[in-house]
């Protein structure tokens, strides 16, 4: 952790839903990851609250029945140095965009929205002091987030260009690699597309929530009015699935191999 934040430079600090209808989230997101949804009314039929775990935020919910295309969806956040402007300055110039903003991040804090070089939504954050969720193996919190792209040389250029202080692993074909801090701590991961899959998998960002039972947690979102991509897949850290949402939130559901990435 920089000694001027409370979180780690380059890691994931807030992530968020966004949908244009709340119906049968709650009953998803208690089944598959064990999280409970409060929602409150903020006019016009939108709604703003938080899927939280035994008293404690694991992400915020936006409820916008106006909400574009695009926007639908798991928005994370990475933290970064408290001077926020110069890290979007560095990735507007390593290619990125800022993105039109209607809604500011619904955690305390300040945020920008940016798509990367290479099309994929993304944000960054500082995060109100206390405020900042880092990744964690906890059941039901976000474990990771990946830029899943078609090139990983010019990802991870970027990646570099935007955190100049994390170091990539060697790549391993076909798995998920990870940008590391000085210590070695996993910030985020890394994953080229396989070619055949590009035309309907285009870049992306996507969050991994840890589960106690992969098999169990990609039965219980088919059974709940959510979408089963892909499951039983095996990496160097775990076993995980892609599901989405009743609301068309797609994440990856991660049973760990070990406590820490």
Known sequence: MSAAV???????????????SAEGLADFYAAVL????????????????????????????????????????????????????????????AGAAVLRDPEPMLAPGRAVRLSDPFGAPFGLAVPAPGRAIPPTTRLGFLALVDPTNHDLDAEVAFQRALFPDSVHDPVVPHDVC?????????????????????????????????????????????????????????????????????????FKTLQAARPAL
């Open 178 to 250: 990870f940008f590391r801090d000085a210590d070695g701590l996993a910030l985020r991961g890394s994953f080229e597309v396989a070619e055949e899959a590009r035309p309907f998998l285009p870049p992306h960002w996507l969050p991994w929530f840890s589960v106690a039972d992969q098999a169990a947690a990609v039965d219980a979102a088919a059974a709940t009015g959510g979408t089963v991509n892909t499951r039983d897949n095996t990496s160097s850290f775990g076993v995980w699935g892609v599901v989405v949402d009743p609301g068309g939130g797609v």
């Open 34 to 93: 064990g999280l409970e949804l409060r929602l409150e009314p903020a006019g016009n039929g939108r709604a703003t609250g938080t899927l939280s775990r035994d008293g404690a935020i694991a992400a915020g919910v936006l409820v916008d029945p106006g909400l574009p295309a695009a926007e639908i969806g798991w928005q994370v956040f990475l933290g970064t140095e408290p001077d926020l402007d110069a890290a979007v300055a560095r990735a507007v110039a």
């Open 6 to 20: 409370d979180y780690p430079v380059g890691a994931s600090v807030w992530q968020e839903l966004r949908v244009r």
